[in-house]
């Protein structure tokens, strides 16, 4: 299995909005710069996330995105899958044609292994992340030019999510 960019960016988006839950909406050019992640495939990935469900946007100054729910609400499969990407590890996508349109000798240990990427995926909240002391450490990192934002100030920010 391999996640493209397309899903790595999505939950790093996703997170990002996280650890921002009780500020406020969020623009996606904040977003991009804290993550170095270019704004139209933000821009993307946001319109499938829209869609999804997972995000609310607000228009006009003061505007951006929110997360729908509370981060604790939102799986990390469920933010990979918003965007398409597909979590599995069969060369046949799952459809047991990997062999001349028959299934290949190794097609359920992928199948297998694919379920269980995907369940410990969907084990793990962004609301999960956003605890986690290694995260709170990048966050306060990327913020700190920014706004002089210190390691407490998220905890607490995660800790009223």
């Not at 495939?41 to 995000?55: P, T």
Request: hydrophobic share 35%; with cysteine; glycine share 8%.
């Amino acid at each position: 299995m391999r996640l493209t960019t397309k899903g790595r960016y999505a939950v790093t988006a996703m997170l990002d909005l996280a650890l921002h839950y009780e500020d406020g909406p969020i623009t996606l050019a904040d977003i991009s710069s804290r993550q170095g992640i270019s704004l139209s495939y933000l821009e993307q990935l946001f319109a499938k996330l829209r869609r999804q469900g997972l995000v609310d946007s607000t228009r006009g100054p003061g505007g951006g995105y929110r997360l729908s729910r509370s981060p604790k609400e939102i799986p990390v499969a469920n933010v990979i899958t918003a965007v398409d990407e597909n979590i599995e590890t069969t060369r046949c996508g799952g459809l047991g044609n990997c062999q001349n349109d028959d299934m290949c000798l190794t097609h359920e240990l992928w199948a297998e292994l694919s379920e269980r990427i995907y369940n410990f995926l969907s084990e793990i909240s962004l609301g999960d992340l956003v605890e986690r002391e290694e995260i709170l450490e990048v966050a306060a990192r990327q913020e700190r030019n920014k706004n002089s934002i210190n390691i407490d100030d998220l905890k607490q920010s995660a800790a009223v999510s």
